[in-house]
């Protein structure tokens, strides 16, 4: 059974701050790894995907993989209250097309 | 409209209902998904269809059945649903073949109240 593993939270920091999201996942096959948020009553919509080791940056976001350790972890700098949402970790499992989802994290930014 | 569209977005049915959700994507991609979303679980992909292949989670029940009549469409036909069957149902599509997973879009969503 392949597997994601998210800590469901809920998770709350101070507007302005960081927060760090983390996943684990169990297929060490696995090659492509992406992160979503998913707004409560709408749909996931992707906020970053990491192939390689190491981390990834795109503006307030950075993604961070470390395939020895089968980690993957997203951090949101200067957190604004508009990021509250749920985070979902997902990882490509068996064909490229298959994605494993976590739970999925719920973030709270107070203002 | 643009993107991954879904109808109905609410629907709600009785046990012995027959009905089927609907998704067209207006993004040119070549496969297309199905994934079921409950509440306090991982989404979970039900069906796959791409050019090169069709994959069936197999615990997905019979009483679920999709149709892809071409790259833009795809349907989930629902028969003989049980309670535990309500949930929100996400179709997607994405761009393929890239050897990486592809960006899967994923579509407003249908929620599903089986009564």
């Known amino acids: 059974q392949k597997e994601v593993e998210q800590n469901s939270g809920p998770l709350s920091v101070p507007e302005g701050a960081i927060a760090s999201l983390n996943c684990t996942y169990s297929d060490r096959g696995s090659q492509s790894f992406f992160w979503y948020r998913q707004y409560s009553g709408k749909s996931p919509e992707l906020i970053m995907s990491?192939?390689?080791?190491g981390d990834k940056e795109d503006g307030r976001f950075t993604a961070q993989l470390n395939k020895a350790s089968q980690y993957v972890s997203l951090l949101i700098r200067d957190s604004q209250p508009s990021d509250s949402a749920t985070y979902l970790c997902a990882v490509t499992s068996g064909s490229a097309r298959q994605l494993t989802f976590g739970s999925g994290t719920q973030l709270t930014v107070l203002p | 409209e643009t993107g991954v569209t879904q109808t109905p977005r609410h629907l709600v049915m009785g046990m012995t209902n027959k009905k089927s959700l609907k998704c067209e994507q207006h993004l040119g991609h070549n496969a297309m998904y199905w994934y079921k979303q409950s509440a306090k679980k991982p989404l979970e992909l039900m069906f796959v269809y791409s050019l090169e292949e069709r994959v069936e989670n197999n615990s997905v029940p019979s009483r679920f059945s999709p149709e892809c009549p071409n790259s833009s469409h795809l349907f989930l036909h629902l028969h003989t649903l049980q309670p535990e069957d309500s949930a929100l149902y996400l179709c997607?599509?994405?761009?393929?073949?890239?050897?990486?997973?592809?960006?899967?879009?994923f579509g407003p969503g249908t929620r599903l109240l089986v009564l």
């Open positions: 997607a599509s994405s761009q393929a073949p890239s050897g990486r997973g592809e960006t899967q879009y």
């Open positions: 990491i192939y390689s080791n």
